[in-house]
């Protein structure tokens, strides 16, 4: 028996979706007491010594009454739409997981050939580290 093929933009959306389960992974260890960065700089534990290997974007966000509006991603030359799409997703889940109901909230976001990876996640400020 033969699979239909993916639909487009469906690769990214099934990495989006491991990332997520990734960060719930990671927010359940931060609330039961853990760090919560797993030793190596990220929700999986899986940072890369020397720092990232892919681009990474600032997505810069503002939340009211619980909904996160994308207000900037930078920088965006470079970027496909579906890229683009990922990273938002992975943002506003990242957000919801946290409960966050209220403010700006910068995240830095590596873009790997797996989708898109949560770098850092700063309430009301810059997240830290230049991007780029």
């Known amino acids: 028996m033969t699979h239909p093929p993916d639909r487009p933009g469906a690769v990214q959306l099934r990495a989006a979706l491991q990332e997520l389960a990734t960060v719930e992974r990671w927010a359940r260890r931060v609330r039961d007491g853990g760090s ?3 030793g190596g700089g990220g929700p999986d534990g ?3 010594p020397g720092g990232p290997a892919g681009p990474v ?11 996160h509006k994308v ?5 965006a030359a470079g970027q ?12 506003r889940a990242l957000l919801d997981l ?3 109901q209220e403010g700006p909230v ?8 797996r989708g898109p990876r949560i770098l850092a996640c700063r309430l009301g400020g810059a997240a ?5």
């Open 57 to 67: 974007l600032r997505v810069e966000t503002m939340t009211g009454s619980g909904m």
């Open 36 to 38: 919560g960065d797993g």
């Open 128 to 132: 830290a580290g230049p991007a780029g």
């Open 106 to 113: 910068c995240t830095e976001v590596e873009l790997t050939a």
């Open 98 to 100: 946290a409960g966050h």
């Open 46 to 48: 899986g940072g890369v």
């Open 80 to 91: 496909d739409e579906a890229q683009f799409a990922a990273v938002r997703s992975v943002v």
């Open 71 to 75: 207000v900037t991603i930078s920088p």
